[in-house]
């Protein structure tokens, strides 16, 4: 990786830009008058209104956030075993997504290259910048079709999008696979999507951000960690990269009260790992059950915590399944995918519900003359179900 030279892959205005200087970079004391930012110096209207005995002692919202959350970095950095310089956050990991591809892609004509069927916010992210995309798929066993990729990269290929676990397959990468492009690439970013990464049996590529420059580490507080709802992702690179993408996030990117709870919810590690094991304790079940169901024809091997499962008649499962209040996600327009349906592993009582809708749906004839219960059934043209 001797080749590689961030510099060469940047748009050059990002290159030269300055950037947004914010009162809190300009002094970084915590103590003091501070009459620098135009805040309200009485407290916020949250202050006021919440009863005192709701209240953290963190709650005075009136003062802008760290704008480069030192605190969070602290904590992350050990147990990711990286540097915190090599840490950024984002809000979600849709932030740091779109602004990698700001940083590299000219408009209309550097390019990115993913491998469907996989997460749908790269190819947004590259559309919203208007940057074209380059698709390889996976292979029909959701693995890297790697000469394919090797070949397909351009010298206007900036970004490689790889996502293992991959959402929806649910499957690990292959090292050897990403291996390989992280070495062949030495002119584009190689990002490894993370997101699902506690819930598989393997170490993180995070141990490897010093042994390739090129490589960029996503991972998200989203699923493990039980906290979609505070939009908070987690960007792993080098030191070099990761300056370029504080130079360009919008400066308070990560609100004061998502780094209080993700504080929190850091200084609490066990508890996701509790969870994680539940969720794999319930996948693992799921998985047995769902096999005993004749609509089922298929389900994925998963190192995340959904399945990616094909029915007999996908749309017809998912309809009848949305009748009954559960909802799955349709995949089965998607390559690769053909009547599959992505279900989230749910709680022991969401898995039963699930598993009592498709039985039922297995066992009673839905027209009155139409029986699902064996494949051969379930095959027939003519089925319609209630809707
Ligand atoms: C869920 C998911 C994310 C998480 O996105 P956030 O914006 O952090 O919530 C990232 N990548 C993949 C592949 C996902 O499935």
Redesign the pocket.
Known sequence: MQSFNLRSILRPHILSLTPYSSARDEYTGTIGVFLDANENPYGSVVASVVRHSERSDDSDYNRYPDPHQWAIKERLAPIKGVRKSQIFLGN???EPIDLLVRATCVPGQDTILIMPPT?GMYEVSAAINDVPIIKVPLMSDFQVDTSAVLAAITDKTKLIWL?SPN?PSGNLLQRDAIRSILEAADHSLVIV?E?YIDFADTSSWTTELDTYPNLVV?Q?F??AWGL?AL?L?MCFASEELIQVLNKIKPPYNISAPTQQLALKALAHEAGKNEMVAQILEQRRQLVEKLRSLPAVRAIHPSDANFLLVQFDKAKDVFEHLIEQQVIVRDRSKVILCDDCLRISVGTSAENERLLNVLQNMSSVPVTGELPLATGEAASKPELVSNA
Do not use: E, F, V
């Open positions: 979600g990991s849709d997460y996502c959402n999507d997101a996503l998200t989203s699923k979609a939009r992702g």
